[in-house]
């Protein structure tokens, strides 16, 4: 009896320790790039932790509070770019009821089948903040989500106060949160829709992600006679007159003055041209951050906001660091390309294994911050380096070589760089990405103590490049309307096939869409997600049941946007992103 007990024991610390060993092990592994598997368990913090919706509940208990994701036996729509399998993206269909009633579409309908809550009760930030509270255990830093000011003036001696970024050692520490930050400006006009689609990205970033995201809007007051930084007064005063009461919480302003003050050798803080100099300094100020995702209110996510960045997120952090920059300039069309895998092969065998290798070097930057190569050059290289990293960029288009572009407006726009226009660069507009703490520091002190700067959509791309940072454009299925053949939209934007494209540097794509798009305005402007593009709109008004599309049925003979599809009498959109979507036009001028 007790030599059996004594056994026992034995055995089962014989079995713990075996186990123990073997999970070692696979920590130990280093992660290999299985062109066929790109699933990538991206961070361990352990479970999310389910968190209290704008109803009060729980939000896995409530049926109220939740989605109306579909998989419906109807076949999905070709992407005509991109691929939701590469993605890892469901194939979830919704009508707009199902996508947004929870955040009150339709709620003055008697129809309305969920509980109605009185929005402007609802504290976002509060409901944030708890959410982090409950999964505290998870992060590295749970400063809350708060509308207190942060944002100061630059001091002066700030370049004695604050040290230089360097290699390795400051390096900022991870935290395992990410900010989700929406731009708006003072005479934004906030309509239903605008709240709708606010509310679904705070609830299923923030609150179903168990607090790795916080969502934030980043306003900018053009008008400077507010002076919002003289004194807390006239910030307080400009935050009650600016911010609607349900948003006032989650709200960060600044203005020009800022920008000024911080980037006094930069030539412009105009958005157009620096877009990212409030998005640097938010990073600067709100250290508790490792990613800062800067969108649009004119964007518009058809399926679960939260599990869509999280696909984005797990995509890029499973790629190689390895002709990255090479695999960013290629849009993937899968009837040309196959699978994302089969293009990165292609993308290799052109570049004979070769490609971009660490940072580019330029005089004004001799210290990248990215990580040195493990091995001399790419060819010894497995595309094994970087696999599970997050990448310090996600770009949401493709990127291009901006000196060989022809009819980019801001090409030449490149100030105090040693080499001027000889410095290579690259650019993947429009201006929304997601970007590492590192990433943005690292601009932030070239803007602040040298004033170098590049327009908005090159800066984020070219200091990675320049820093060696990684960098991702994950292949999100977009749609065209009217669409071109798959070969057209091939040379359109690639210029062909990996290894047969004219004009092709350095292994990147090189297609006329990016390079002179002008002449092709008609096509290239039909995309779902592109910065100028009537289709969006139309998909969302049909959708929404707005205008002419008020009250239709099945069988009324009206045909759809192509992407919608009719079923069982009602409306119903697959899973993508729009852009734009306009409720108010952004100001030209400021
Ligand atoms: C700008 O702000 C000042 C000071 O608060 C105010 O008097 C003025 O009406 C504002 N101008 C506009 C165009 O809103
Ligand atoms: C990449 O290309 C090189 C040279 O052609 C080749 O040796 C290597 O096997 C390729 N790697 C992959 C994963 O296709
Ligand atoms: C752009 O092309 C030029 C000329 O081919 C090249 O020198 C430069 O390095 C390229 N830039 C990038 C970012 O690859
Ligand atoms: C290649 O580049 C030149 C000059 O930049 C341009 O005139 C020509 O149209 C380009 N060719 C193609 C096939 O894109």
Not at 50 to 67: E, I, Q, T, Y
Not at 246 to 274: C, G, K, T
Not at 370 to 376: A, D, H, K, Q, T
Request: aromatic share 12%; proline share 8%; hydrophobic share 35%.
């Amino acid at each position: 009896m007790l030599i059996s007990r004594r056994l026992g024991s034995i055995l089962f610390i014989l079995v713990l320790l075996s186990l123990l060993l073997l999970a070692f092990d696979r920590i130990r592994q280093p992660a290999r790039f299985d062109p066929n598997n790109n699933h990538v368990p991206t961070w361990t913090r352990g479970k999310r932790i389910a968190c209290r919706g704008p109803r009060g509940r729980f939000l896995d208990k409530s049926r109220d509070d939740r989605l109306w994701e579909e998989i419906l036996d109807i076949p999905y729509p070709e992407p005509a770019a991109g691929s939701h399998e590469a993605l890892k993206l469901r194939k979830t269909w919704m009508t707009a009821d199902g996508r947004y009633g929870a955040y009150g579409y339709n709620e003055g309908k008697e129809s309305y089948s969920r509980k109605r809550v009185n929005w402007e009760k609802v504290e976002w930030a509060k409901l944030q903040n708890e959410c982090l509270q409950r999964n505290r255990h998870r992060f590295f830093d749970v400063a809350p989500v708060s509308s207190d000011r942060r944002f100061e003036l630059r001091p002066s001696m700030w370049k004695e106060k604050i040290p230089l970024l360097k290699q390795p050692a400051e390096r900022p520490r991870v935290t395992g949160r990410t900010a989700v930050v929406l731009r708006g400006w003072d005479s934004f006009d906030f309509t239903e829709e605008d709240y709708i689609n606010l509310r679904s990205m705070i609830v299923e970033a923030a609150l179903v992600s168990g607090g790795e995201y916080s969502v934030y809007l980043l306003v900018h007051v053009r008008n400077k006679s507010r002076d919002i930084f003289a004194n807390d007064v006239n910030y307080d005063e400009a935050l009650q007159d600016i911010v609607p009461a349900e948003l006032r919480d989650i709200a960060v302003l600044f203005d020009d003055r800022l920008l000024e003050s911080w980037y006094p050798d930069v030539e412009s803080h105009h958005p157009n041209l620096q877009i990212y100099q409030a998005l640097q300094l938010f990073s600067h100020f709100y250290p508790e951050y490792d990613h800062v995702w800067n969108l649009e209110l004119d964007t518009r996510f058809t399926g679960h906001f939260g599990h869509y960045l999280d696909a984005l997120s797990n995509f890029a952090a499973s790629e190689p660091r390895k002709q990255a920059k090479e695999r960013a300039s290629f849009f993937l069309i899968p009837p040309i390309h196959g699978t994302y895998a089969d293009l990165t092969r292609s993308i290799n065998t052109s570049l004979s294994g070769g490609g971009q290798w660490g940072p580019l070097l330029i005089p004004d930057i001799p210290h990248p911050l990215g990580p040195e190569p493990p091995v001399p050059t790419p060819e010894e290289d497995d595309f094994v380096w970087g696999v599970g990293d997050p990448a310090d960029l996600i770009a949401m288009n493709a990127c291009a070589n901006v000196t060989r572009t022809e009819d980019w407006v801001y090409r030449d726009w490149v100030f105090r760089f040693r080499n001027g226009l000889a410095t290579p660069r690259m650019f993947c507009p429009p201006a929304m990405s997601r970007s590492s703490r590192l990433l943005l520091s690292a601009v932030h002190d070239a803007q602040a103590r040298l004033g170098l700067s590049v327009p908005s959509e090159a800066t984020l791309p070219s200091f990675a490049l320049w820093h060696g940072l990684k960098l991702s454009f994950p292949p999100y299925p977009w749609y065209q309307s009217p669409a071109s053949s798959p070969a057209d939209l091939n040379n359109l934007f690639n210029g062909g096939l990996p290894g047969s494209i004219a004009n092709a540097s350095e292994g990147m794509a090189y297609g006329e869409g990016m390079y002179n798009a002008r002449p092709h305005y008609k096509q290239t402007n039909t995309a779902t997600w592109w910065w100028s593009s009537p289709f969006p709109q139309r998909i969302i008004d049909a959708w929404w049941g707005k205008g002419k599309w008020e009250d239709v049925r099945d069988g009324d003979g009206r045909e759809l946007p192509s992407v919608l599809r009719w079923h069982v009498g009602r409306v119903w959109a697959p899973n993508l992103a729009l852009h734009p979507v306009k409720t108010n036009r952004a100001p030209t001028n400021s």
